[in-house]
């Protein structure tokens, strides 16, 4: 299951669009509030992080691109874990790790140790937690779903705001470690925020624990005259024998199921359209979230911060963020707006956007270039529109993994190649050119491709089931229980 698409209609009561699921859009966003504010502000931690241990621009930049990057990347291992024990107890399980993962970041002595407790543990944390609020949004949500999850997602543009200046606070009173310890313990929070995420189905994994229970209390009944009578017991061993040679069959569907959802996904990236947004998202990735973590450190060592008491970057950014995300939602309605072409178009003004902060020759040139910039990485938003348009409805939650993997993997290689190009350069120069170079190709890539007549091709078909598969479907119940098959 995708969170953008939560199972059959069939199998699933219908969405309220009101009175209970608005509590849950509440308690989502006050959680991606929670959880992602101090990823979402990392810009603050990365200098305070240099001038303690030491480290290299590159080797630090690794904490701040794992904690947004890895979340992505494994988002289908997170879908699996909603699927199977409901949005309720991921976000429990979350919650923990978030709070644990910051709190072990107070007594890092080195950055590797950091790149594991922020980088990879609050990382998968926050993945979790971001899944299991989109799924459980959706499903109660059919209607008004598109304003919901615009409500849901704000938060973790609130939060990175909120907590960059938190931070920066906590770090003037406490030290490093003692701000990584308020915000670690804040973080638990995120338990609280899971008590009205009310399923409105029973998790995948419930309904295979009681249907195993059932079959289990049937074999004790066939099986109690056994010892009596012999020829009960000799069909009673043929039945273990064939209930063996049933299994087999069953976990050939399975890995025929796989490799049938392997191939569907093969088909959908035949499309020239998708993959020119897989190879644009890389690349806006890749240059687009660099100046979140870096401007911070290049207004202090460019001496802009002297005598300025204002606003942090980290928090115009978020600002100009949330408005994106909105504001771009609402464009992407309008029936005469292609969001292909919108996002292509948010990409290059971003790509420009980057190539203008060399020329900044003050802090305040640097923060007009934080809102624009902010404001146009909000079209995170535009994916799941975008690629509805390309790809269908049908096959959206595909599509929507493989771009969100293409994106996690930008988000994690941008910072540390930035920070290569510092340490070898010692200048930030090259490698914000770099940055929107890149971002400049993937919109102008994107927009070729989407402007010349597309050919479509038909999907190649699937492999026709195997007869002897018919008879293993009889003897698995989860199959015709199950609201997510």
């Not at 859009?25 to 200098?47: D, E, K, M, N």
């Not at 290689?413 to 050119?433: E, I, K, R």
Request: glycine share 12%.
């Amino acid at each position: 299951m995708s969170p953008l698409g939560p199972g059959p209609e069939a199998a699933r009561p219908p969405a309220l669009d009101g009175g209970w699921g608005w509590a849950v859009v509440a308690c989502s966003f006050l959680a991606l509030l929670l959880g992602y504010g101090s990823p979402q502000s990392v810009g603050v931690l990365y200098p305070e992080w240099l001038l303690a241990f030491g480290e290299g621009k590159a080797t630090t930049a690794w904490v701040g691109s794992l904690v947004v990057g890895v979340g992505l990347i494994v988002g289908p291992i997170c879908s699996v874990c909603v699927v199977n024990f409901g949005a309720r107890p991921v976000t429990v399980f979350s919650g923990v790790m978030v709070a644990g993962g910051l709190m072990l970041s107070a007594f890092a002595p080195n950055v590797p140790f950091l790149i594991f407790s922020f980088g990879i543990v609050v990382g998968v944390g926050v993945g979790l937690l971001y899944t299991a609020t989109l799924t459980i949004t959706c499903l109660y949500f059919e209607k008004k779903r598109g304003l919901a999850l615009g409500i849901v997602t704000t938060g973790t543009s609130v939060g990175g705001f909120l907590y960059s200046a938190l931070q920066s606070e906590l770090i003037e009173r406490f030290g490093l470690d003692g701000c990584l310890l308020v915000v670690g313990a804040l973080a638990l929070n995120v338990v609280a925020c899971a008590g009205p995420m009310r399923p409105l189905t029973p998790p995948k994994y419930y309904l295979k624990q009681r249907a195993a229970i059932l079959e289990r209390r049937l074999q004790e009944e066939e099986e109690k005259p056994s010892a009596k009578d012999p020829v009960i017991a000799m069909e009673t061993r043929g039945r273990s024998l064939f209930s063996c040679s049933a299994f087999v069959r069953m976990i050939k569907m399975k890995m025929r199921r796989y490799s049938q959802c392997l191939s569907s996904m093969l088909s959908v990236l035949q499309d020239r359209v998708l993959m020119a947004l897989c190879v644009s998202l890389f690349l806006f990735s890749v240059g687009n979230f660099p100046p979140q973590i870096f401007l911070e450190d290049l207004a202090r060592s460019s001496g802009m911060t002297e005598g300025v008491a204002s606003i942090s970057l980290v928090s115009l950014n978020a600002i100009g963020a949330g408005v994106g995300k909105l504001g771009l939602g609402v464009m992407a309605d309008v029936p005469r707006v292609d969001s292909v072409l919108l996002y292509a178009l948010t990409v290059g003004v971003g790509g420009l956007g980057v190539l203008l902060i060399p020329l900044a020759s003050s802090y305040l040139d640097l923060q007009v270039l934080s809102v624009v910039l902010g404001f146009l990485s909000g079209n995170w938003t535009l994916i799941p529109y975008v690629t509805s348009q390309v790809v269908g409805v049908e096959k959206l939650a595909e599509a929507h993994g493989i771009l969100m993997f293409f994106g996690g993997a930008g988000l994690t290689l941008g910072p540390p190649v930035v920070g290569c190009f510092y340490d070898f350069t010692q200048s930030y120069n090259v490698a914000f050119y770099l940055s929107g170079g890149c971002m400049m190709v993937g919109s102008v890539v994107l927009f070729l491709v989407a402007v010349l007549p597309r050919t479509d091709t038909p999907p190649p078909p699937l492999p026709p089931p195997d007869t002897e598969l018919i008879s293993c479907t009889v003897t698995t119940p989860t199959d015709a229980t199950s609201p997510d098959t």
